[in-house]
């Protein structure tokens, strides 16, 4: 496997989280009633959505197909996500809990990935500043669980 494949296979990864991050963003929309909790997460969506077409750009650029759409599992935690909501009776705490869950997941891809010494530095770059949102998310999305709780 060349190199740009390499790379490429690496980022086409993360590119499948990151459309299964912003769709199960779009999911807890439908699953909230509070308006700044609908906010949040549309906020999030267009983030994870910036990031794939981040993550597109630098895997064309490396002359690599990217993959056009999320993962099994992705489409699977969206569902158990509703599931939950409709049997909890704080849905809007379940939602949280599950948005944590999914990008602390998210976030050990990421520093799986930086743990790599094979990056070149534009692409290191990236990962870096995806990640530290990612943790920015995490950290307001954990501030509003103990406001919902």
């Known amino acids: 496997m060349s190199y740009s494949e390499e790379i490429s296979n690496k980022l086409n990864e993360l ?3 990151n459309y299964d991050a912003e769709k199960g963003y779009l999911n807890a929309i439908d699953n909230v009633d509070s308006n700044d909790l609908k906010m949040f997460f549309k906020r999030r969506a267009s983030e994870r959505s910036e990031f794939a077409k981040e993550l597109r750009t630098e895997i064309l650029r490396y002359g690599q197909i990217p993959e056009e759409s999320g993962s099994f599992k992705g489409t699977m935690h969206r569902n158990w996500m509703s599931l939950k909501s409709t049997f909890t009776s704080n849905n809007e705490e379940s939602v949280l809990e ?14 799986k990935l930086m743990k790599e010494n094979n990056l070149p530095p534009t692409i290191d770059n990236l990962i870096l500043k995806h990640r530290n949102a990612i943790q920015a998310a995490i950290n307001t999305e954990k501030v509003h669980e103990e406001l919902v709780s």
């Open 15 to 17: 590119l499948v989280k």
């Open 98 to 111: 599950e948005a944590i869950r999914g990008e602390e997941a998210s976030l050990e891809e990421y520093d």
